[in-house]
């Protein structure tokens, strides 16, 4: 059998095979992905309903996760205080800064935050409402008694059941739903 | 799909024989057989050099050649493995004659008669999922139709996303065939299920050992082939309508085939093909698993033209799902993980539904093949195949802010391959295959989603050429042995973590040897080994993987300086008939080394606003894996018979020395079943009455999983099937229960575990109607 022949053919193919490759075009650089829907902060504003300073606690992750670790701050809070609370959620990877917890306050009844405190004597008391009647979070009636230390966990609850026991009071073990969001904060009250 | 039917409907009706006419009127007519063990051989080529005719046999080896006229002829008889044999026929009135053949492959494998590729699977063991097999598992996915074949398993994301696992292997170190071309769709991903419809093909190969020699990268556990159609090469219209009830879903699929030749046009055969399956919510046994309905469709249409010396074939085939996944594993971050664990129930469940909500899937798979063969002589055939292939890929995720609409990952893969092979004789015993093959492979991340890419755009070409012979030692054993060289080229088009944009380059090259034999004892016995080896370029998802991965909510980093892993696979196959027939037995044992075996290995925590995620890097490491699959069947008497399946896989680590992570548990299958060949105008009644037992996972390494291995479960199932012979055609009918005491239980290999039970109880009825000529 002519094995030359078929070597040809073979040869032939191979680099009609291979000669394919260079007809197409160079492929399109792909263009940078804004991430729109990442949070990068977390800022808790105290006004206090007497006449004392404003306090602010904040948790910041610019380069999104992984990367360089968030810097978390949290300002002391004064003993036998009431504060007023309001919470905002940040994109700051994105410019202009994306304000994320509007688009929260606009799917009101399909999110809750939950304030869990641990060790410090500071309480938190719901001050909105969604579209049905249940709070929301955003903005909290602060509280806080004798000096302490200990930690504040702050959770985004994604779909939650809003009606089950407890959760409307602000316990989160009944709440259920996916967790958008969970910053712990050291809290100190002085 | 009204006007599919009314199609196929418009092509039952003009199905006419085909006769003969002139003065010569006699018919000499017969059947090519195997001289061993008279098996058919199918589209054998009958030559009568006197008259300058020539016809082909059809799948079971019959040919007809009418309007001779009395005289004495040459016959000669060749086959595509076989040394062809002339013989003189003397023809003075109407006359049916057997002709013999030595056929090689035919007497290593019966399995393996009337293939293309007759001469592929020597030494490894393989099993075959025929049409009746494939008729079982009509309704269900491709991996649940391959889970019936000891050795292979099911690595599933819930009820509606698996992927076959072969030997404990699973992924990119799986290859699936489509029609003979490299499926490529995205298959890294562990809850990618493969995107073809199992009913394009009549049939489904499982190669079971290494075989980068015969089909490149990626094939270190496994391959699955659904094999190309064989095309009808005469006139004569044929098909099959199939319908299938599921209740555990509430849903069902169809699917119906045509086939047929056209009139004086000789060796010309037409195919088309679709189907369809729709699925609601699957229900646990204590809760509904919202969100996971399915949709599905998929057709293809094939023709081909087989002459003397040419053939060309062309495919192609559309595949579209839409699939839901789970709700309740929609999880935020490991304290969400934690809980769903700690509560033993889905966090998300709703009333039955059939419609699909985030999260979810869609894919569509388009694939185009196109084959010519040009026999250069008798016995030497060049055959090219050109395939082309386009998937597109979404995947849907729950998000905030109305953007639950938008994908958050959205891939179009485009890939084309090019094969050239020779399959040649060297001398009258010396038989294999030389040939080239290339690849094509672009990536693009469609923008728009608002996330950055789990896996970067890419360009991968990659070039091979490959070598492998088989050598028939006398009657019963054959010899095999090959080589591959492959060179892989991979640029990715990524911007880094601070948005820089980089366009890093691999080169990868490796090789790949095999050898085995095929030892045919006695009739009745056979024994097959095999030792290859194989190789698998990282995927770029192992190379550069940088994200959250939602579904087990881990931040998953790739190392773009990983190596191929390559792999050592040696088999021991035996199978055969003892006890005059009354024992059959199949025993595969194997074990595979594998060196720089890559997998994820948790690398500490990151801290984010979500909360905590563990971080999980690829790694290589080297490992070792064996095991044994087994399946005996033991008839008691006529009509009764006891089957067992078994298999057991090992795999460890050898350089941590720990046990692998997510190795199938031990699991037997033992069925009672009941045949008998009539009952009263009914064919082939079957009842098998099933009990499956799986073993509690206890070899798993410490540290790399969230949740214990679920305990050991045992389900029971019956099932009943039967054929009604009716004037053009039969009717057959299936009953199938699964898990039927409505068990609740949840499998190590289903990485939905941690959320939520399996499947409970499930009935499926199916009924399909077969019309024209049998095969």
């Known amino acids: 059998m002519n094995a030359m022949k078929t070597a040809l053919l073979l040869l032939l193919a191979a680099s009609a095979i291979t000669g394919c490759k260079k007809d197409d075009e160079t492929p399109a650089t792909p263009a940078p992905v804004n991430e729109n829907e990442v949070l990068t902060t977390l800022r808790i504003t105290f006004v206090d309903q007497g006449s004392g300073p404003v306090k602010v606690w904040e948790f910041r992750d610019v380069d999104g996760d992984g990367g360089a670790p968030p810097t978390i701050t949290a300002d002391t809070l004064l003993t036998n205080a009431a504060y007023h609370a309001s919470l905002l959620l940040l994109n700051e990877s994105v410019s ?95 | 799909m009204g006007h599919r039917w009314a199609f196929f409907l418009a092509f039952l009706l003009p199905c006419r024989a085909l006769l003969a006419q002139g003065g010569c009127t006699l018919v000499l007519q017969g059947r090519v057989l195997d001289e061993h063990d008279r098996t058919p051989l199918a589209f054998a080529d009958v030559v009568v050099p006197e008259l300058h005719r020539s016809v082909q046999a059809d799948d079971q080896g019959r040919f007809s050649l009418p309007g001779l006229c009395p005289g004495t002829y040459t016959l000669k008889v060749a086959h595509l493995d076989c040394t062809p044999v002339e013989r003189t026929v003397q023809l003075d009135k109407d006359r049916t004659i057997e002709l013999f053949l030595e056929h090689h492959a035919a007497e290593l494998q019966e399995i393996e008669v009337a293939r293309k590729r007759p001469d592929e699977h020597v030494g490894q063991a393989h099993a075959e999922i025929d049409r009746e097999a494939m008729e079982a598992g009509a309704g269900r996915s491709l991996t649940e139709m391959l889970a019936r074949v000891p050795g292979v398993t099911s690595l599933s994301s819930g009820p509606t996303i698996a992927k076959p696992m072969i030997h404990g292997l699973y992924g990119n170190r799986i290859l699936t065939l489509n029609q003979g071309i490299r499926q490529e769709d995205q298959q890294w991903g562990n809850e990618h299920a493969p995107s073809l419809d199992p009913f394009s093909s009549d049939r489904i190969t499982v190669v079971k050992g290494a075989a980068s020699v015969q089909y490149g990268a990626d094939a270190i556990g496994g391959v699955v082939i659904t094999e190309p159609v064989e095309l009808p090469r005469g006139p004569g219209l044929s098909g099959e309508v199939r319908g299938v009830g599921i209740l555990n879903g509430r849903g069902g699929g169809t699917n119906a085939m045509l086939q047929g030749g056209v009139k004086g046009l000789t060796g010309f055969g037409w195919r088309v093909q679709g189907s369809g399956r729709y699925l609601g919510d699957s229900f646990a046994p204590h809760y509904i698993l919202s969100n996971t309905g399915l949709r599905e469709a998929g057709a293809s249409a094939s023709a081909g033209w087989h002459g003397r010396r040419m053939s060309a074939q062309v495919y192609y085939s559309w595949f579209g799902r839409k699939m839901g996944i789970l709700k309740a594993s929609h999880i935020g971050n490991l304290t969400d993980l934690r809980n769903a664990i700690a509560s033993g129930r889905p966090w998300y469940v709703a009333p039955f539904t059939d419609s699909i909500g985030p999260p979810s899937q869609t894919v569509r798979h388009d694939l185009v093949r196109a084959e010519a063969a040009y026999r250069v002589s008798d ?397």
């Open chain 1, 96 to 190: 202009p800064v994306d304000t994320a917890s509007h688009e929260v306050w606009d799917e009101n009844t399909l999110h809750q935050f939950f304030y869990q405190v641990n060790g410090a004597n500071i309480a938190f008391t719901y001050a909105d409402a969604d579209d049905n009647g249940h709070p929301v979070g955003l903005t909290t009636d602060v509280s806080t008694t004798d000096p302490s230390t200990g930690t504040v966990k702050v959770t985004l609850r994604h779909e939650p059941d809003k009606g089950a026991p407890g959760v409307a009071a602000g316990n989160i073990t009944n709440a259920g739903g996916s967790t958008d969001l969970e910053v712990t904060f050291p809290a100190v009250v002085h």
């Open chain 2, 379 to 775: 016995l030497d055939q060049l055959v090219f195949t050109y395939g082309y292939q386009a998937n597109s890929r979404q995947e849907y995720d729950l998000r905030r802010g109305g953007r639950s609409g938008t994908p958050a990952l959205d891939l179009f893969l485009r890939t084309h391959t090019g094969d050239l092979v020779l399959k040649h004789f060297i001398g009258t015993k010396l038989h294999g295959r030389v040939g080239v093959s290339g690849s094509h492979q672009e990536n693009y991340n469609v923008p728009g989603t608002g996330v950055r890419p789990l896996i970067p755009d890419y360009t991968e070409e990659s070039g091979g050429v490959f070598v492998l012979e088989h050598l028939p030692v006398g009657k019963r054993l054959e010899l095999e042995a090959g080589a591959r060289y492959e060179a892989t080229d991979l640029r990715v088009r990524r911007f880094d973590d601070a948005n820089i944009y980089r366009t890093p380059e691999h080169r990868f090259s490796n090789h790949a040897l095999t050898a085995g034999a095929s030892w045919t004892v006695r009739d009745s016995l056979q024994l097959r080994t095999s030792i290859a080896s194989a190789y698998r370029p990282p995927n770029v998802s192992e190379l550069y993987s940088e994200g959250l991965h939602h579904g087990t909510a881990t931040i998953e980093l790739g190392d773009p300086t990983l190596g191929s892993e390559r792999s050592l696979k040696g088999t021991f196959d035996l199978e055969g008939q003892w006890l005059h027939g009354r024992l059959y037995g199949a025993l595969t044992v194997y074990g595979d080394r594998i060196d720089h075996y890559i997998y994820l290995r948790p690398d500490g925590y990151a801290l984010t606003i979500r909360g905590a995620f563990p971080v999980f890097r690829y790694v290589a490491t080297d490992a070792w894996l064996h095991g044994a699959d087994l399946t005996l069947e033991y008839r008691l008497n006529g009509t009764w018979s006891l089957r067992d399946r078994s298999s057991i896989v090992r795999g460890r680590d050898r350089v941590r020395d720990e046990w692998l992570f997510l190795m199938p548990a031990d699991r037997t299958e033992n069925a009672l079943v009941y045949r008998r060949p009539t009952l009263g105008a009914w064919r082939q009644l079957e009842v098998t009455l099933a009990s499956t037992y799986i073993l509690e996972q206890t070899r798993i390494p410490i540290g790399l999983d969230f949740a214990p291995p679920p305990g050991a479960y045992h389900l029971v199932g019956l099932g009943v099937s039967l054929v009604r012979p009716l004037k053009h055609g039969e009717l057959r009918i299936g009953l199938q229960g699964n898990n039927l005491f409505n068990t609740a239980y949840r499998d190590y290999l289903d990485r939905f575990r941690y959320y939520a039970d399996a499947r409970g109880a499930d009935l499926d009825l199916r009924v399909a109607y077969r019309f024209g000529k049998k095969d």
